[in-house]
């Protein structure tokens, strides 16, 4: 498969897609963190975006959600997996990523813009989706 050119203009359209993404889709956002939580807990050495759209089939997530992550936007997918790891620092070194044109603005994920507090999970709240799946 051929690497898709990117089609953001600068660092900053990219991070700002990015950032529309997510708190426009802020379900999706907090179920795509729980699943990346599920499938670092379970002991996976690596895992990419292929890894968490088969979990989530797996776990009978909306069909939305599952095409979400099959598609090949790797453009969004690289703002995404930059701030699942802002958010989730255990997961440095854990998500497969690849060269950005975000990181030319943002060389690691800790010095990407702030999200709102309302779309990160944190562990009690994953822990309690976890232990109680219908709450």
Same mark, same amino acid.
């Given at each position: 498969?051929?690497?898709?050119?990117?089609?953001?203009?600068?660092?900053?359209?990219?991070?700002e897609?990015?950032i529309?993404w997510?708190?426009?889709?802020?379900?999706?956002w907090?179920?795509?963190?729980?699943?990346?939580?599920?499938?670092?807990?379970?002991? !996976?050495? $690596?895992?990419?975006? /292929? %890894? +968490? #759209?088969?979990?989530?089939?797996?776990?009978?997530?909306?069909?939305?959600?599952?095409?979400?992550?099959?598609?090949?936007?790797?453009?969004?997918?690289?703002?995404?997996?930059?701030?699942?790891?802002?958010?989730?620092?255990?997961?440095?070194?854990?998500?497969? !990523?690849? $060269?950005?044109?975000? /990181? %030319? +603005? #943002?060389?690691?994920?800790?010095?990407?813009?702030?999200?709102?507090?309302?779309?990160?999970?944190?562990?009690?709240?994953?822990?309690?989706?976890?232990?109680?799946?219908?709450?």
């Open positions: 498969m051929t690497e898709q050119p990117s089609l953001y203009t600068s660092s900053q359209d990219a991070t897609e990015s529309n997510i708190c426009g889709h802020m379900r999706k907090r179920a795509l963190q729980m699943l990346a939580l599920d499938v670092y807990e379970s002991g !996976r050495e $690596h895992f990419g975006r /292929d %890894d +968490l #759209y088969y979990l989530a089939k797996e776990q009978g997530y909306s069909v939305s959600m599952c095409e979400f992550l099959h598609k090949r936007d790797h453009n969004l997918w690289a703002g995404l997996s930059r701030y699942l790891i802002k958010y989730h620092p255990e997961f440095d070194g854990v998500i497969w !990523r690849k $060269h950005s044109v975000i /990181d %030319d +603005l #943002y060389p690691t994920p800790e010095s990407l813009p702030e999200l709102p507090r309302e779309v990160v999970v944190n562990r009690g709240q994953w822990k309690l989706h976890r232990d109680f799946p219908g709450m």
